[in-house]
């Protein structure tokens, strides 16, 4: 016979009556942690009907009982994303430019040795003072049919250092 958890109490079935309708774990429901129609997890009830308590939180069940540690996301059908690194949110306009400059550039090289000996370099370059994301603060879990996030780059702050290298 099944059981289901209501208040920190197990019943015998999931359609028992009880006086308390409020914040009930109702199994089968949308609020069901463990898929709609799925029953009570073994280690809700495993230690006996006195000290079964319906947990409020997958982080509290993982604590309970740590087989099901790693398998709840296969159980909700999750899986471990992190945000995709996209360079700027460019518009349509700044994408243009780049195209037209990026064919000049080509039609330019197609001219030989003097396009090349045109160029002037220099080793001077901007340090900019920012405090990037990490790729695990960004990771989170979603379910498998849900595209994965975008996260732009980390626009720079206004104070710059000049570093100048001879």
Same mark, same amino acid.
């Given at each position: ?19 308390? =309708? ?31 308590? %319906? ?13 099901? #540690? ?8 999750? !899986?471990?994303?992190? #945000? !995709?690194?996209?360079? !700027?949110?460019?518009?349509?306009? =700044? *994408?243009?430019?780049? *195209?037209?400059?990026? #064919? ?14 045109? /160029? ?21 879990? %979603? ?6 996030? !975008?996260?732009?780059?980390? /626009?720079?702050? #206004?104070?710059? =250092?000049?570093?100048? =290298?001879?």
């Amino acid at each position: 016979m099944e059981q289901a958890c209501r208040r920190g109490k197990c019943i015998d079935s999931p359609s028992a009556k009880t006086s308390q =309708v409020n914040d009930e774990c109702l199994f089968g429901d949308d609020k069901n942690p463990w898929g709609s129609g799925k029953s009570c997890p073994a280690f809700l009830t495993e230690k006996g009907r006195q000290s079964c308590k %319906r947990p409020n939180t997958l982080s509290m069940c993982c604590e309970t009982c740590p087989k099901y #540690a790693t398998g709840w996301p296969d159980i909700l059908d999750y !899986r471990k994303v992190s #945000a !995709r690194r996209v360079p !700027r949110m460019l518009t349509n306009e =700044v *994408k243009m430019q780049r *195209k037209t400059t990026c #064919a000049e550039l080509l039609k330019n090289e197609e001219e030989g040795e003097e396009f090349i000996q045109r /160029i002037v370099t220099g080793d001077e370059s901007w340090v900019h003072h920012y405090d990037p994301d990490i790729k695990r603060q960004s990771m989170e879990y %979603r379910h498998k049919s849900s595209p994965s996030p !975008r996260k732009f780059k980390v /626009i720079t702050s #206004a104070r710059k =250092v000049m570093l100048t =290298v001879f």
